[in-house]
């Protein structure tokens, strides 16, 4: 079964502070990982997809890595602003798991001014 | 593009009522999700439609739960003689073609009383 972790659950930093959220992942059988957004209340904002062949993908402030074979991805942050407080959430396709995506339990992110 | 809508936002009913919920994907993506999500926890998922065919569902989906997609386009989902259990944000997202980069709605949040 495939387990998602996020590591911290929580992080408060000064404004323009880089950061890197971390996300690991128990089966490397996966196809592709999605980095989402969370406001409270809200849905969900795709941030980043990065499929199993890929290493990174960047948007903007935004760096996402893929390890695959050690079942971790990190989230860079590039000069955060109070605008990026929200929770991020990790969600990883397995192979052979059909179409569901498995989430962490999400990095609740809060930038001070 | 309008992104995915979800109707109603709020939902707040009293135990043992049964209750439904819609999704509109976004125009042209074939395939359409649901998820649960509670507080503080990540989304789990629920269910999978590729057109108006049910792929998957999770063994979370029990037997008080039903969801369609009559004419591949939007979803319902119904929850029978709901219990307090079953008060969560509902999250539908949708996606097509190779990448499989879902997209998430607002959600609707149903609360349980």
């Known amino acids: 079964k495939q387990e998602v972790t996020q590591i911290p659950a929580a992080l408060s930093v000064p404004e323009g502070e880089n950061l890197v959220l971390n996300c690991s992942f128990t089966?490397?059988?996966?196809?592709?990982l999605q980095w989402f957004r969370q406001d409270p209340g809200k849905g969900l904002t795709s941030l980043l997809l990065i499929q199993s062949s890929q290493r990174e993908q960047t948007s903007g402030r935004l760096n996402a890595s893929l390890d695959k074979s050690s079942g971790r991805s990190t989230l860079y942050i590039a000069a955060s602003q109070p605008g990026d407080s929200a929770t991020y959430l990790c969600?990883?396709?397995?192979?052979?798991?059909?179409?569901?995506?498995?989430f962490g339990e999400g990095t609740q992110l809060t930038v001070n001014p | 593009d309008t992104g995915v809508s979800q109707d109603p936002r709020h939902k707040i009913t009293k135990r043992g009522q049964n209750v439904t919920f819609r999704c509109d994907p976004i125009?042209?993506?074939?395939?359409l999700y649901w998820y649960r999500q509670t507080l503080g926890q990540g989304p789990e998922f629920l269910t999978y439609f590729q057109n108006e065919a049910q792929l998957e569902k999770s063994r979370l989906l029990s037997d008080r739960f039903s969801a369609e997609r009559p004419k591949g386009s939007f979803s319902t989902l119904e929850i029978q003689r709901t219990e307090q259990g079953d008060s969560a944000m509902y999250l539908c997202a949708s996606s097509s073609g190779g990448g499989w980069e879902q997209y998430f709605g607002p959600g609707t949040r149903l609360t349980v009383t």
């Open positions: 125009s042209e993506h074939n395939r």
């Open positions: 089966d490397s059988a996966i196809y592709n």
């Open positions: 969600a990883v396709r397995r192979e052979t798991s059909g179409s569901r995506l498995t």
